[in-house]
Nanobody
Framework: QVQLVESGGGLVQTGGSLRLSCAAS????????MGWFRQAPGQEREFVAV????????VYSDSVKGRFTISRDPGKNTVYLQMNRLKPEDTAVYYC?????????????????????WGQGTQVTVSS
C-alpha cells in the first residue's frame, strides 16, 4: 500500500532552519506531484508548496516564497522541504501529500482535495 513518511520536524528558534523529508513507497514516484501542507492549532490546513512529477515546476504559497524550497530525489523516492528564516507563524504540523498519477508531468495543484495520499505529519515549532 502507499505510505508517505515525514521526518525532520522539531523545535527551532526564529530565524533558524529545518529540512523536512517525506519518503514515499507503494507508488510510482515519478508520476506523482508532491505537495507540502501545514495545519496550525485551530486553523484550516493550508497549502505550502508543491513540485511537479517531473520536478520541473514548483509553486509556493506567498507566505513562504523566498524562504522555503521544495525538491525531490527520484532515486530515493523522497521529497524535501528546506525551510529557512523560520518565523513563529510557521509553527504547525506539516504534511506531505501525493497527487497523481499525472498524465501531464508538469501539472501542480494547491487544492488539497486533489491529493490522493497523505503522510502522518511532523510537528514544526518555531520559538520567538
Amino acid at each position: 500500500q502507499v505510505q508517505l513518511v515525514e521526518s525532520g520536524g522539531g523545535l527551532v528558534q526564529t530565524g533558524g532552519s529545518l529540512r523536512l523529508s517525506c519518503a514515499a513507497s507503494g507508488l510510482t514516484f515519478s508520476t506523482y506531484a508532491m505537495g507540502w501542507f501545514r495545519q496550525a492549532p485551530g486553523q484550516e490546513r493550508e497549502f505550502v508548496a508543491v513540485i511537479s512529477a517531473n520536478g520541473g515546476n514548483a509553486v509556493y504559497s506567498d507566505s513562504v516564497k523566498g524562504r522555503f524550497t521544495i525538491s525531490r530525489d527520484p532515486g530515493k523516492n523522497t521529497v524535501y522541504l528546506q525551510m529557512n528564516r523560520l518565523k513563529p507563524e510557521d509553527t504547525a504540523v506539516y504534511y506531505c501529500a501525493a497527487d497523481g498519477p499525472m498524465s501531464t508531468p508538469s501539472r501542480v495543484s494547491r487544492n488539497d482535495r486533489l491529493y490522493d495520499y497523505w503522510g502522518q505529519g511532523t510537528q514544526v515549532t518555531v520559538s520567538s
